[in-house]
């Protein structure tokens, strides 16, 4: 007989998209329009505890210490797929913090609904292959199917009618290529429109949507190839390809959707200015408008030196490349 109390605490951490997914295929099964590669952050994290308990008359969450009534939905969602696996209907409560800015497009969503999904299979006993925690995961968010493992990721579109065979996988550990990255914190708001808002209404209204689904299995093999070749410049390229093209879908939404402020922008050039003196480094931008530089680990000071002198950054963070959820 189960436990009347079942609880777990996992830590999964953030990621970051260096070919990006944006579109989805289902939207009700949250399947991506396209496959994506990420890195996963050490240093970026969820701390999520999900206790289930008869006692509890309904789901809540707590988030960085507030309750969040309008985001129990999506949580909400995400622990019924596990219930219903498990055969329950005990009601959970969450508690989750980030050690980073929540929204602001640093991932929490990634990180979050990867620690939610770890945490609430492993309180209620399911035993789920990494796979299977990926799949839950992406029903919560896209980008979390990514962060259930560690360094280098693939998270696959795939095509089944039940979103199956849409689940990420690793491509290369942290250690085989310890790239660094260096979040320069533009602006420590949350973002007015989320991607979820803001891909559908790319895929409803930019007329350049179809483009950037026709061309994402090109960018998705430069991008595969350059990370098990370790080709810095390949990876540097279509990254910052992938990224662009990504913001130009969304630029031509209607209403038009720019993430960037002009501290992005200037961020955006003094790494390219870096890079023109030879240093390896390339940059990535997601929902929002920090900026991420991907470097190796050689030029890690310098290039937080170029991006912290700028005027319009807040502030900087490091980190190195991390594994994916753990059990604490
Ligand atoms: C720009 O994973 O947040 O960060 O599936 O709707 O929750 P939902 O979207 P989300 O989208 C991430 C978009 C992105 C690019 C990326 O991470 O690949």
């Given at each position: 007989?189960?436990?009347?109390?079942?609880?777990?605490?996992?830590?999964?951490?953030?990621?970051?998209?260096?070919?990006?997914?944006?579109?989805?295929?289902?939207?009700?099964?949250?399947?991506?329009?396209?496959?994506?590669?990420?890195?996963?952050?050490?240093?970026?994290?969820?701390?999520?505890?999900?206790?289930?308990?008869?006692?509890?008359?309904?789901?809540?969450?707590?988030?960085?210490?507030?309750?969040?009534?309008?985001?129990?939905?999506?949580?909400?969602?995400?622990?019924?797929?596990?219930?219903?696996?498990?055969?329950v209907?005990?009601?959970?409560?969450?508690?989750?913090?980030?050690n980073?800015?929540?929204?602001?497009?640093?991932?929490?969503?990634?990180?979050?609904?990867?620690?939610?999904?770890?945490?609430?299979?492993?309180?209620?006993?399911?035993?789920?292959?990494?796979?299977?925690?990926?799949?839950?995961?992406?029903?919560?968010?896209?980008?979390?199917a990514?962060?259930?493992?560690?360094?280098?990721?693939?998270?696959h579109?795939?095509?089944?009618?039940?979103?199956?065979?849409?689940?990420?996988?690793?491509?290369?550990?942290?250690?085989?290529?310890?790239?660094?990255?260096?979040?320069?914190?533009?602006d420590?708001?949350?973002?007015?429109?989320?991607?979820?808002?803001?891909?559908?209404?790319?895929?409803?209204?930019?007329?350049?949507?179809?483009?950037?689904?026709a061309?994402?299995?090109?960018?998705?093999?430069?991008?595969?190839?350059?990370?098990?070749?370790?080709?810095?410049?390949?990876?540097?390229?279509?990254?910052e390809?992938?990224?662009?093209?990504?913001?130009?879908?969304?630029?031509?939404?209607?209403?038009?959707?720019?993430?960037?402020?002009?501290?992005?922008?200037?961020?955006?050039?003094?790494?390219?200015?870096?890079?023109?003196?030879?240093?390896?480094?390339?940059?990535?931008?997601?929902?929002?408008?920090?900026?991420?530089?991907?470097?190796?680990?050689?030029?890690?000071?310098?290039?937080?030196?170029?991006?912290?002198?700028l005027?319009?950054?807040?502030?900087?963070?490091?980190?190195?490349?991390?594994?994916?959820?753990?059990?604490?």
């Open positions: 007989m189960r436990a009347t109390v079942m609880k777990s605490r996992v830590r999964a951490r953030a990621n970051i998209a260096l070919i990006k997914y944006w579109g989805k295929a289902n939207p009700d099964l949250n399947t991506p329009a396209v496959g994506s590669i990420s890195i996963t952050l050490e240093g970026l994290w969820s701390e999520t505890e999900v206790e289930f308990d008869l006692r509890f008359t309904s789901d809540t969450l707590v988030l960085d210490g507030d309750s969040r009534p309008e985001q129990l939905g999506r949580v909400s969602r995400c622990l019924d797929l596990l219930r219903e696996r498990a055969g209907k005990t009601h959970a409560r969450v508690i989750s913090d980030n980073f800015p929540t929204g602001a497009g640093l991932a929490s969503s990634a990180s979050g609904f990867a620690a939610l999904s770890a945490a609430a299979a492993d309180a209620l006993q399911l035993d789920l292959s990494p796979r299977e925690l990926s799949i839950v995961a992406r029903r919560g968010s896209g980008s979390a990514r962060s259930v493992f560690g360094g280098y990721v693939e998270m579109a795939g095509g089944a009618a039940d979103g199956r065979d849409s689940f990420a996988e690793p491509l290369l550990a942290a250690d085989a290529w310890p790239l660094e990255v260096v979040i320069a914190i533009t420590r708001g949350e973002k007015a429109v989320g991607s979820r808002a803001g891909m559908e209404r790319s895929a409803s209204s930019s007329p350049y949507y179809s483009a950037w689904i061309t994402s299995d090109s960018d998705l093999r430069a991008g595969r190839d350059a990370i098990l070749e370790h080709d810095f410049d390949a990876l540097a390229e279509i990254a390809h992938s990224c662009l093209k990504m913001h130009a879908v969304a630029m031509a939404n209607r209403p038009p959707l720019v993430y960037w402020n002009p501290a992005t922008l200037d961020c955006m050039q003094a790494v390219k200015a870096l890079r023109a003196t030879g240093l390896p480094v390339f940059f990535t931008v997601d929902a929002g408008p920090q900026l991420k530089a991907i470097c190796e680990p050689s030029v890690r000071d310098a290039v937080v030196g170029a991006l912290r002198e005027p319009g950054v807040a502030d900087v963070i490091v980190s190195g490349l991390g594994p994916g959820v753990e059990i604490l």
